[in-house]
């Protein structure tokens, strides 16, 4: 039996592309002459992004968000929901903010945190992975642009326990 069915590509992210692309981000940070604050996390898919770039750039304030969007491959809810507890937006009146995350896919999840903290920060920009044509926010910095469903290493195997 034959099929003409395309299968989509598939992006493929190891823990030492993985390394490779902190690391690139963070270049484009310092070339870009952006000095952050604080580097926020948005859990889960950002935090090891972030902790990296926090290294990577010598910023020692780190903190995350969680942000409930994605419920399964291609699976989402209708809106992003950020979950508490939430940085308080007081905390951050007058930083510089990069806000990092692995993909923007829709982009409303970086939209919905972009915005929650606009108000409050001298400047926030965003840092990721991946980033697909169709999303909603453009990060200023990208490492890769795809369309395919991305398996990144610590999400490609089932979790180890029920959920």
């Known amino acids: 039996m ?5 299968v989509p590509e598939r992006e493929i992210l190891t823990y030492d592309l993985f390394g ?3 690391r690139d981000l963070a270049q484009q940070v310092v070339d870009d002459g952006f000095e952050p ?29 969680n942000v409930e969007f994605y419920t399964g ?13 939430t940085p ?3 905390d951050l009146t007058g930083m510089k903010v990069l ?3 692995d993909v923007a896919d829709t982009g409303k999840t970086l939209e919905v945190v972009r915005d929650f ?13 991946y980033e697909k044509p169709w999303t909603v926010i453009h990060p200023e910095y990208v490492w890769r642009h795809t369309e395919g469903w991305i398996d990144f290493p610590w999400s490609s195997s089932p979790p180890l326990v029920g959920g």
């Open 117 to 129: 903290f606009a108000d409050h920060v001298a400047e926030a920009r965003t840092a990721v992975i």
């Open 20 to 22: 490779t692309a902190v």
């Open 73 to 85: 491959i291609n699976e989402r809810l209708d809106v992003p929901m950020m979950l508490p507890p």
């Open 37 to 65: 604050d604080i580097v926020l996390a948005i859990a889960r898919g950002g935090l090891g992004l972030a902790m990296g770039l926090g290294y990577a750039l010598n910023v020692k304030n780190l903190s995350a968000v």
């Open 99 to 101: 806000i990092a995350d």
């Open 2 to 6: 034959t099929t003409d069915a395309v």
């Open 88 to 90: 308080a937006a007081i």
